[in-house]
């Protein structure tokens, strides 16, 4: 608040009187005069920004997000500096069944499913297109289950782990070094 002294004054042609004016960008307020000379001084009348309340309000929407995409509670945080993601192993989320693997093991099998339909579907097109007289395709379409989908897990296996489950499985004798090899650096 400043004290209204200190606006500016502009004459109003129509009126002749002179108005006072401010910018309207700013924050002002004209402070009613009072009897002391303490009340015509620069006042700042901003208040405290709720932090706290806005870093609650952008957790509860990450949480909602983190529930509509299933992932698990607690995947996103935002901590006034920014959005961050918890750092998890790979074994971790498996050993959890966190709600984040359980989603991505549902994914991987709805999109296996439509994979396989897509390869179906390119069967059944090439054998129905004709080059020069010839079908695309002219062999038998595969079954559902002789089409292989392999996904990468890289993400959620633990190579470590993997790599000293076949290290037990050689020095057992249950499988040759070659295969070891092969599973172990695929």
């Given amino acids: 608040a400043v004290p209204e002294s200190m606006l500016d004054g502009v004459p109003n042609?129509?009126?002749g009187n002179i108005d006072l004016t401010f910018d309207p960008n700013d924050d002002f307020y004209v402070v009613i005069p009072g009897?002391?000379?303490?009340?015509?001084k620069i006042t700042?009348?901003?208040h405290e920004i709720r932090t706290e309340q806005y870093i609650g309000a952008i957790n509860h929407r990450l949480r909602l997000l983190e529930m509509e995409v299933g992932l698990s509670t607690g995947t996103f945080v935002f901590d006034g500096a920014g959005v961050r993601t918890t750092n998890k192993t790979a074994t971790e989320v498996i050993s959890e069944n966190s709600q984040t693997y359980q989603s991505r093991n549902q994914q991987t099998t709805e999109l296996e499913e439509f994979i396989r339909d897509v390869v179906l579907a390119l069967c059944e097109?090439?054998?129905?297109?004709?080059?020069d007289g010839k079908p695309l395709f002219s062999g038998e379409s595969p079954n559902r289950e002789e089409i292989g989908v392999n996904f990468d897990d890289g993400i959620f296996l633990d190579?470590?782990?993997e790599s000293d489950y076949y290290r037990e499985l050689k020095n057992d004798g249950l499988i040759p070094?070659?295969?070891t090899l092969a599973k172990i650096m695929k």
């Fill in 13 to 15: 042609k129509e009126t």
């Fill in 35 to 40: 009897s002391k000379p303490d009340d015509f």
């Fill in 44 to 46: 700042d009348l901003t």
């Fill in 177 to 179: 070094g070659w295969l």
């Fill in 159 to 161: 190579k470590k782990s």
């Fill in 125 to 131: 097109l090439g054998r129905a297109t004709e080059v």
